[in-house]
């Protein structure tokens, strides 16, 4: 046995490891880009083989492939599918345009592996039967693949997103339950202001992941609308005129998921704006909890010089230096990868109008961060919600202090004395570190029955006017 074996393309001869299921034109790709060390993801991986797989049994069907040919395609395919062979998708993201080095790996590996199922070994000389562009790649273009297969891979990888998200929303929805009790100080600008309660305040961050999941879900179904047939530019050229409405009923098959023919392959090729419409949509999400985590750090800061309305569970020791210290990891992670997250949206962008006429071909790196983007929300929200969220406990006590110390509570009494004497209460009170209702009881503006009820503080979370009416 050698390390290598000898493979060929136009270009020439190309020397393989000898065990690699790729073939000359990925191994040219590694030599030529070694820019990250990273790899395909798995989603783009599956979405790949996917189509290979669909494409065999379509040409079968139409007679355009022998049966022995076409099943050991879908075979070898299907073995890809079950991520057998993941280790021999090795290409850097950072590549070519279009993503040809991708789609010929892809090509390549099925090829030598159908025809090992065939009876020609990796490093037989003899001439074998599959050929990675004719017969694996037939009616196929990079051009119509990619752009499918990043439909398909986000897809993929939806149904877990979404229930990662909506797992995260309930937990905090139990939250808000269990806490609906609590009336705190809310705030405003970072600054005092009139009461809520910790269930509203945390229930509110439930509804915004709820809403979020709402919008990924819409943006997901222009992700369906598939291009596959359209081959180079979108004409379709070397694909049977049945070919486009067999494939996406076959994907829809293979696949399980609910997916339709492009109305205009040639739209189809050109844009990426679904790709950019769906990364949108997480972009949003990841704002969203950049915000919660970091109300969660401020709530739960100190906890004795800080705010102290929240306690995060003690996961890890905090400080090398400082015995005792506990950090909000969980959060502090949460928001690294929402900006990472942020920045893949970003570079999504400007891929998919950096495009020129029938091609964008900035696509390897759409795929690659929109996979990334779907991996790390996954993985970030799950750690977060499992090793945070749920172990995340409310300190009563200390948010009833904060909440006795508000001079904003005066706004309840705005409708009984008027701006004017309630800013006048309010300033005495937070001079003199007096309380709202001895002032305005001392002053003569209320009894001192009125001002307690009026300043109940849970009433007040539930809104409306208050029902005394006169005053000073």
Not at 97 to 111: F, K, L
Request: proline share 4%; glycine share 8%; with cysteine.
């Amino acid at each position: 046995m050698t390390e290598y074996r000898v493979e060929r393309d136009s270009l020439g001869e190309v020397r393989v490891p000898a065990n690699a299921y790729y073939a000359a034109q990925t191994q040219r790709a590694v030599e030529n880009f070694p820019v990250s060390g990273m790899k395909p993801y798995p989603a783009f991986i599956w979405s790949m083989a996917i189509i290979k797989r669909a494409a065999a049994e379509v040409h079968l069907d139409l007679g355009l492939l022998p049966n022995d040919m076409a099943n050991a395609i879908m075979q070898a395919s299907d073995e890809v599918l079950a991520g057998k062979l993941n280790d021999h998708f090795v290409v850097d993201p950072f590549q070519a345009g279009a993503g040809t080095s991708h789609n010929m790996n892809v090509n390549e590996v099925i090829a030598n592996r159908a025809n090992e199922i065939l009876g020609y070994p990796l490093n037989s000389t003899e001439k074998k039967p599959i050929n990675p562009n004719d017969h694996v790649n037939m009616a196929q273009s990079t051009n119509d693949t990619i752009p499918t297969a990043i439909r398909l891979g986000a897809l993929w990888r939806l149904d877990e997103l979404i229930a990662t998200l909506q797992h995260c929303a309930d937990e905090f929805r139990k939250k808000a339950h269990e806490w609906d009790a609590i009336t705190k100080s809310g705030r405003t600008h970072l600054q005092d202001a009139v009461p809520v309660r910790l269930g509203q305040e945390v229930g509110a961050w439930a509804k915004a992941i709820e809403r979020n999941i709402e919008k990924i879900n819409q943006a997901a179904e222009g992700l369906r609308r598939l291009g596959i047939g359209g081959t180079a530019t979108g004409s379709g050229l070397n694909a049977h005129p049945e070919y486009h409405s067999r494939m996406v009923q076959k994907l829809s098959q293979l696949s399980g998921l609910k997916l339709y023919e492009s109305d205009d392959l040639f739209e189809s090729m050109q844009s990426m704006s679904d790709a950019v419409f769906f990364s949108g949509a997480i972009r949003a999400t990841a704002q969203d909890f950049t915000r919660i985590a970091n109300d969660i750090r401020l709530l739960s800061s100190g906890p004795t010089t800080g705010l102290d309305e929240l306690r995060c569970p003690p996961v890890q020791p905090g400080s090398s230096i400082m015995p005792g210290k506990v950090n909000p990891v969980l959060a502090e992670m949460l928001n690294q990868t929402m900006f990472h997250i942020m920045g893949n949206d970003h570079a999504i962008t400007l891929c998919a109008q950096a495009g020129q006429l029938e091609l964008n071909v900035m696509m390897p790196m759409i795929s690659h961060n929109l996979n990334e983007s779907i991996h790390v929300m996954i993985g970030s929200v799950g750690a977060f919600t499992d090793k945070l969220v749920v172990g995340l406990t409310a300190n009563k006590d200390q948010a009833e202090r904060w909440l006795l110390k508000n001079p904003i509570l005066v706004t309840a009494l705005n409708p009984i004395i008027g701006y004017l004497k309630g800013a006048e209460v309010a300033k005495k009170a937070l001079g003199e570190g007096r309380s709202i209702l001895e002032v305005v009881v001392e002053l003569g503006y209320m009894s001192e029955d009125e001002a307690r009820k009026a300043l109940d503080a849970r009433a007040m979370t539930e809104g409306g006017i208050s029902e005394i009416k006169g005053g000073g």
